[in-house]
């Protein structure tokens, strides 16, 4: 098994997108350092940051003992994943068939289950101007992603049978289900893998990294708040 001696440096938010990688490297059990970009000062643009992510957003992380010992850089939650789950050989098997299964719930999450139910809070929450056709539109898309996860999740504990990085990337995303109008009624295979990994030592750390510094900074920020609501 694949050790680390220097730490992980981690450059993020504790929102969904960032927890993935809070979670994965909590679940590793490797040295790792988190680095909060502050959005309300702009360090998502500054060069340096760029540099490693330039599409600018969180997450993005920096592994100084990368492929042949030399430093790398990955951007975007799922890439950041699938690296770390292939360089530590854990939560992404080494079977080809199984790696297929896995690769699919996790591009369905970057693909979908992310972006519509970020789609869902800004037109429902953040939109200066209700529009009623896009409120319907993604609320309608989260109750249907959240249809078909309850479903894969039947007779199962994890989403492709066992627990892999496919949970870990849902996960943050799925914690808002309240406010969506998700119910244990409809969805109870959902509602109890919610429960089920919520209850891992690490899923549970790894959702509250950096929580309290980044809402105390956003209390009386909107604008901030803004900007951390495209970093999702």
């Known amino acids: 098994m694949t050790t680390q001696t220097k730490p992980i440096d981690a450059f993020s938010l504790p929102t969904p997108n960032g927890q993935k990688v809070h979670i994965m490297l909590e679940e590793l059990g490797v040295p790792w350092t988190y680095h909060r970009i502050d959005i309300g000062k702009g360090e998502q643009f500054?060069?340096?940051?760029?540099?490693?992510?330039?599409?600018?957003?969180?997450?993005?992380?920096?592994?100084?003992?990368?492929p042949g010992g030399a430093p790398i850089s990955i951007f975007e939650s799922g890439a950041i994943l699938k690296y770390l789950g292939l360089k530590f050989g854990q939560f992404y098997p080494s079977d080809p068939r199984e790696q297929v299964k896995v690769d699919e719930w996790l591009?369905?999450?970057?693909?979908?289950?992310?972006?519509?139910?970020?789609?869902?809070?800004?037109?429902?929450?953040?939109a200066?101007?209700?529009?009623?056709?896009?409120?319907?539109?993604?609320?309608?898309?989260?109750?249907?992603?959240?249809r078909v996860l309850n479903t894969q999740l039947a007779g199962k504990d994890f989403i492709t049978g066992t627990y892999s990085i496919a949970d870990i990337a849902s996960i943050g995303w799925a914690q808002s289900w309240e406010r969506y109008g998700i119910t244990k009624a409809e969805y109870p295979n959902a509602l109890a893998?919610?429960?089920?990994?919520?209850?891992?030592?690490?899923?549970?750390?790894?959702?509250?990294?950096?929580?309290?510094?980044?809402?105390?900074?956003?209390?009386?920020d909107k604008e901030a708040q803004k900007v951390l609501f495209n970093q999702r």
């Open 128 to 146: 200066p101007e209700k529009i009623p056709y896009a409120q319907k539109r993604y609320t309608d898309e989260t109750h249907r992603l959240f």
């Open 46 to 66: 500054t060069p340096e940051f760029l540099a490693i992510s330039p599409n600018n957003k969180i997450p993005a992380i920096v592994d100084p003992e990368g």
């Open 193 to 220: 893998w919610i429960e089920r990994l919520n209850a891992r030592p690490a899923v549970a750390k790894g959702l509250e990294i950096g929580k309290d510094a980044t809402q105390k900074s956003l209390a009386d």
């Open 107 to 126: 591009f369905w999450q970057v693909g979908g289950f992310g972006p519509m139910l970020g789609q869902n809070n800004h037109f429902n929450v953040y």
